[in-house]
């Protein structure tokens, strides 16, 4: 109650218990039967064992939306939790009510400012999240939000006892506010039909899925942690395979594909210019691109040559990758190179890597250029996809800190950003190879046309 | 001069320069013969172009230790700098002169305050580092330091025409200080000696070996970074294989394994426990320890039951993922947990997540435990390695000061401490394998005996 009033939701809200008389300032109903109206949905988060007859006192006054918040269930692995987990999809199956939960942290909608859970404020935006983890959904929602991208709808749907990922994967196919979507399952009950729709929606908007309970050791904690049997690997394998949803595998991962997959047009090929400062940078940074399938190439004759005429020939190196320090103080510097990449046709994306002052560099009072560099990235709205790495993870809170800022910086800009050169580099390989697959499908149906 | 001035270093400083008279409050000397005493090394940053002529004066006062900061050899790919590279390198042959570089940042050691470059102060421990980029090897050392992990002695080798990697190895093997190696490398030049001495050193020293250059595109940055030849990938890859060095193959992976290696005894094996909260977490957490080769096995009988004893039945988990978010405040309740791992016979590693309080926990308020919780694993001196991870890496200033502060915290007690489970993950599996490795040899050579 005092996150929907902290974060600001229009609507109104019926307190319901028995013994209070106020709750938040807000007058306290006995019952459902009491209020004044019918509320478009009521939020459960009385224990288990009164969770039934909550059901049955919504069906009776034709209150069908419910969110049911507490946990006891199925997940439980006792019998109780199971028979009771089964009276609550029989009595919804027969009263027709749709019901997210149990054990889930239910809906959550910025844009109306429905952030039961999650940061207040919430950043709106064009992202749909079907969790079956509260904490890893709002993990995310809060990350991303950091780093300018905004949530449409998302809900942890918890034992997913009645609705499930597939429900809510339709419901977000049609959503025109949500052109991405990110999800994270332990496990699904209708796969064909789950099956069917990813594939279908996985066309119109990236469909990014992580599955939780990869291994068996994992599935054996999805059954204690939402009851789902995580089913065959093989058989994610196959829809992986065959869908053409995005396989990420961690937290890291499904970030930092969601950014990008959020911020950037596609891309015309793989062939990443890589611009930085440090000579050893540059060869790892090759390394780690060409692992992930990217391509770092040879930059065009003219590129060359009007680089040649600004790196000096010792201490930086001319091509690509680009050694260039000064790249990191010269906004007006970066944004020639960041041209000659937008017109060299031998490049489809530019990964800039920011490193920042740091003690070790002995630069820790240069003056710095991020804003004019973002501003100047985001005039160009993404002739070619262009994105930032900035790290600083280590045990040095100034330096952490100025690399969180410089990040929400650019992010705010609408620029992709990562904390590594590895996460960068798997996220626009997850990237590029959306689109590619995309293409290629769309050329395999007017073959067969 | 500077660097050495406000690093503290107290041995005797001369600067040399034909038309100044006084640097940094020190008296110039015009040239080298003019010195009151032959010192003990020369640093050399004048122009490529008089390096050879600077050596000739080195070796003609009978000194023989030479760091040449100078670049614009071989790396250039000129006529010229070749040139230049070739006559430092008769040069220094014919004269018997010990020359690091040229186009390298040289000697690095912390405990005599020899601190040219990196982080001052620097941290002294028993890392050893040859880095063939100056700014891959600053990072380490800044990066470590901040963990609590010291360095004795680094070195930056750049083009590394006289004294190879394979010297400094030599060298390092029998510095007694040096206990872990960590090694950043573009080329080697006596293949064989290399190979041969990698073998020997890894069996008492974890050698832990980034090769830059793994891939074509690499390999022509590496050219044009140190000029060397980054040599064939096979035989790269058996080195690793035969030599038992670990392979990493980024930043992250060369830093998070040299603090493991560093700061931990050997497991007795790789059942890792892994404690946090959040029910999603446990189950991708499995999920990546396994794919990384470790296992999450079953807890004990006698831990489960003193477990559940604690764990409530809804919201929380007891097993392994253990899922109990009051782990995160309640530093008495996780010492508890990690006594039961340290006595849980089927348990090797324990591995704690270390949620920080974020706005989308609704814990912002909550009490810090991580320093109680530090003490605590210090004193228990590593009953089983234990290590923390510690997630803040989007685009919140306040959030990534408080990891940073948290993984300083863990690591100054000397804990290892990770940003991510991922990473976490792949250290710990190198650090397992390395010691498996070296536990079988040492069975076959007992048995060929």
């Avoid at 199971?82 to 149990?102: F, R, T, W």
């Avoid at 291994?215 to 065959?232: N, Y």
């Avoid at 031998?346 to 973002?374: K, N, Q, Y």
């Amino acid at each position: 109650m005092e996150r929907f009033q902290k974060g600001g939701y229009q609507g109104r809200l019926y307190p319901i218990n028995p013994n209070a008389k106020e709750i938040c300032g807000l007058k306290v109903y006995p019952d459902l039967s009491s209020l004044p109206e019918v509320p478009d949905m009521a939020m459960v988060c009385v224990p288990a064992k009164h969770v039934p007859s909550i059901l049955e006192e919504c069906a009776r006054i034709g209150l069908r939306h419910i969110h049911i918040l507490t946990a006891g269930f199925k997940e439980t692995g006792t019998e109780e939790g199971k028979k009771l987990e089964e009276q609550i999809i029989s009595i919804s199956n027969e009263k027709g009510l749709l019901v997210i939960g149990p054990n889930g942290m239910g809906p959550y909608c910025p844009s109306i400012h429905l952030t039961a859970w999650g940061a207040i404020p919430g950043v709106s935006g064009t992202l749909g999240v079907i969790g079956q983890s509260g904490m890893i959904t709002q993990r995310l929602t809060e990350y991303i939000g950091s780093l300018g991208v905004g949530v449409e709808k998302a809900v942890s749907i918890g034992n997913a006892s009645v609705l499930d990922s597939t429900d809510f994967l339709e419901f977000m196919a049609g959503d025109e506010k949500i052109r991405v979507i990110a999800m994270y399952l332990e496990s699904v009950k209708e796969g064909r039909r789950f099956f069917r729709l990813v594939s279908e929606v996985n066309r119109e908007k990236p469909v990014i899925l992580w599955k939780g309970g990869e291994s068996q050791v994992g599935a054996m904690a999805a059954a204690s942690h939402t009851g789902g049997l995580s089913g065959e690997q093989t058989l994610w394998d196959a829809l992986y395979r065959q869908t053409g949803a995005i396989h990420v595998r961690s937290m890291e991962e499904w970030m930092d594909a969601v950014i990008t997959l959020s911020l950037l047009p596609a891309p015309r090929g793989k062939r990443v210019f890589l611009v930085g400062g440090g000579g050893g940078n540059g060869v790892s940074y090759s390394d780690i691109c060409i692992n992930e399938g990217l391509d770092v190439p040879a930059l065009s004759h003219d590129t060359m040559e009007r680089l040649r005429q600004t790196v000096p020939l010792a201490g930086a190196n001319a091509g690509n990758p680009l050694d260039m320090p000064r790249i990191f103080q010269d906004a007006a510097y970066l944004a020639e190179v960041l041209e000659l990449g937008y017109e060299d046709p031998s490049i489809d994306i530019i990964v800039v890597d920011r490193l920042i002052p740091r003690i070790a560099f002995h630069f820790s009072d240069m003056s710095d250029s991020t804003a004019e560099t973002a501003q100047f990235v985001k005039s160009k709205k993404h002739q070619k996809p262009t994105v930032f790495t900035v790290d600083s993870d280590g045990g040095d809170p100034d330096l952490a800190a100025t690399g969180a800022t410089l990040r929400a910086m650019l992010g705010k800009a609408g620029i992709p950003v990562y904390p590594s050169l590895n996460r960068a580099a798997r996220a626009l390989a997850h990237f590029h190879n959306y689109y590619a697959r995309l293409n290629n499908t769309s050329i395999e149906r007017k073959t067969l046309n």
